[in-house]
Structures are given as C-alpha cells and as structure tokens.
C-alpha cells in the first residue's frame, strides 16, 4: 500500500489521497510539504519511485529494502537516511510474542519517504493526526518527522506498562503457587527486555544525533523536538533497566521460594522416618524367627508381652513427637 499526504503551500488544503503519479510533480514545489508512506509494498514497485522520483543512491535504497538494520542515521547532504524500530509486545505469559519492526525513514528539504513492510500503530497515528490538524505538516518536513518519532516512541509506553503488569503478576504468583511455568515466563520476560535494551539503546543514539548535530535538512530551530523525543527514549531506557532488575531479583525470589519448599518436605519427611524408625525397629524384632533353650518359645506368644509391643509401638511416637517439638524442631 502506498498513500501520500500532500500540502503545496502553508495555507493549502492537506490532500491526503494524493496521486502517486503526481509525486515528481510535487517534489519540484520547495514551498510544499510532501509525505509518501509505503507499507507492506512490493521492492519492485517500491525501487523505482526511490531511485527515479526521490532520487536516492541506489545504497540507501538497498538498506531501506533489505529491512535488516538496526537503528541509525546517514547524511547524504540532500537527505537524511534514518532507521528506527517500532515495537510490537502481545500478552506473554507462555504464548506471548515480541516483535522489533524497522521503519525506514528518508527526510528531505520538502519531503519525507517512510518505508515499513508490516503495521505500525504509531506511524497510523501520526498519519492520522495530520489529517486532523494540518499545523503538524505546516512546520516543515523536520517537524512532521519530529511528530512520526515523536508517536512511535510514545507507543513504548503501554508496552512498558503491559511488561511492569506482568512483573507483577509473576511475582504474585511466586509467592502463591509457583510452578515451571512460571519460571519460564520469567525467562520470556528477560529476553523481551534485554531485546528491547537492544532497540532503544542504538535508537537514543540516532535521536541524541539528531538533537545535536548539523543537518542540511534540519532547522537548528527544530532540533529541541527531537531533543524531547530523545529525554523519553532515556526515561524508557532507565525503566527497562529497572525492569531488568525486578525481574532479576522475581529470578533469585523464586530460586529461593522452591528452595525453601524443599527444605520443608525434605524436614517433613525426615520427621516421619525418625518417628517411625524406632517402631519399624520393635516390629521387626518382634517378627524374627528366633529360639532360645534357656527361655520358653510360649513366653514370647504370651498377652502382656504383645501389649507391651504395641505400647512402645504407639508411645515411642508420640513421646519423639512431643521432645522434637519442644527442642521447635517441628
């Protein structure tokens, strides 16, 4: 799909079905403000708009189409080639899945080209909030691209916030009912924050660029937007390390838990074997085949004598029982 948003001059009506046919005709308009989206679309229909329209080298080209980079920036002069990565989290909790999708961006002095094979709800946003007020493509191509990152970074938050929600969730269960699942859960949860450390890392490095640097394409005005967008991409940052460590420390939380509860049967079973053993010792006794000459085989087959067995066979217990919880070892 390729859609494109077109204004021709500040106090213009924004044209938001605008004919792809028409995009080198817009390009020769310097007062104009041009955005082409391409979605999920074909490299052979996507290649020649970029080399023969836009006029890309034929390098960026290929890095925008092989969708295989992590985040970054290139200055071609004319140009800026950026790379960012859009974050897509579905619930864990064993069937959950994480996606990183790259989002290829190209700025130019009236134009800016994005490129993205599969959805993005913050690029939809953006899209959406400048059918709805025009003032976002009115402060040129470097404000509209402030407004895109500005809308894909903001939609880390409820995936942060999804993330925090199941921390927490695990950790109650750590503590109720712990089981294998949850441990591997635990595990899910460590992967997505380190693969999320290794997006937003790289990706505070392109905006921190872009806040700082000296772009042809850039307004030196405009560089304290994208230094805002670049204070979220830290304090995101900063909560997945903290993320990192709660998750960590639920790790070390549960080790601990299912150590204790086999402290607990392991103590349990001891005390059943050490009550027992004195009358399993008695039992057997008493079961042997045995014959002394000096004492009459009736005198073991008499009443008292059973009753006597099965008192310490009921006594021994009981008495073990009391001492042992008396010393608190039960």
């Known amino acids: 799909m390729i859609r494109v948003l077109f204004q021709s001059s500040p106090r ?10 028409k995009i080198a005709a817009a390009l020769h308009n310097r007062k104009g403000v041009l955005w082409v989206d391409f979605e999920g679309e074909a490299d052979a229909t996507c290649e020649p708009i970029l080399r023969d329209d836009f006029g890309f080298h034929p390098l960026a080209v290929d890095d925008a189409l092989r969708e295989t980079h ?6 071609w002069g004319e140009y800026v080639y950026i790379v960012l990565n859009a974050l897509d989290f579905k619930t864990a909790q064993g069937d959950g899945s994480f996606h990183a999708h790259e989002l290829d961006i190209f700025l130019g002095p009236n134009y800016v080209v994005t490129h993205h094979d599969d959805p993005i709800p913050g690029l939809d946003q953006a899209w959406q909030a400048c059918q709805r ?5 009115q402060g040129g191509p470097d404000h509209l691209l402030y407004k895109i990152m500005d809308y894909v970074v903001a939609a880390y938050m409820p995936i942060v916030e999804q993330i925090d929600s199941e921390i927490d969730e695990l950790e109650d269960q750590i503590f109720d009912k712990p089981t294998p699942q949850t441990l591997a859960d635990l595990f899910a949860l460590k992967r997505i924050l380190l693969a999320m450390r290794r997006v937003i890392t790289p990706q505070r490095e392109v905006l921190n660029r872009l806040a700082r640097d000296d772009y042809r394409v ?8 994208f230094r805002d967008v670049y204070d979220h991409l830290v304090r995101l940052h900063d909560l997945n390390e903290s993320m990192r460590d709660l998750v960590g420390g639920a790790l070390d939380t549960y080790l601990s838990v299912i150590n204790n509860r086999m402290n607990d049967v392991m103590k349990t079973l001891t005390i059943i074997t050490t009550l027992f053993m004195p009358t399993t010792f008695i039992a057997g006794f008493f079961g042997m085949n ?13 009443p008292a004598v059973f009753v006597l067995a099965l008192g310490l066979i009921l006594l021994i217990p009981i008495i073990m029982f009391l001492w042992m919880h008396r010393r608190t070892w039960i």
């Open 70 to 75: 992590t985040p970054k920036v290139d200055d």
């Open 12 to 21: 213009s009506t924004l044209q938001a079905d605008y004919p792809v046919k």
């Open 290 to 302: 045995f014959f002394l000459p000096d004492v009459p085989l009736t005198a073991w087959m008499q």
């Open 133 to 137: 007020d025009n003032r976002h493509v």
């Open 218 to 225: 850039i307004d030196p005005g405009d560089r304290i937007f």
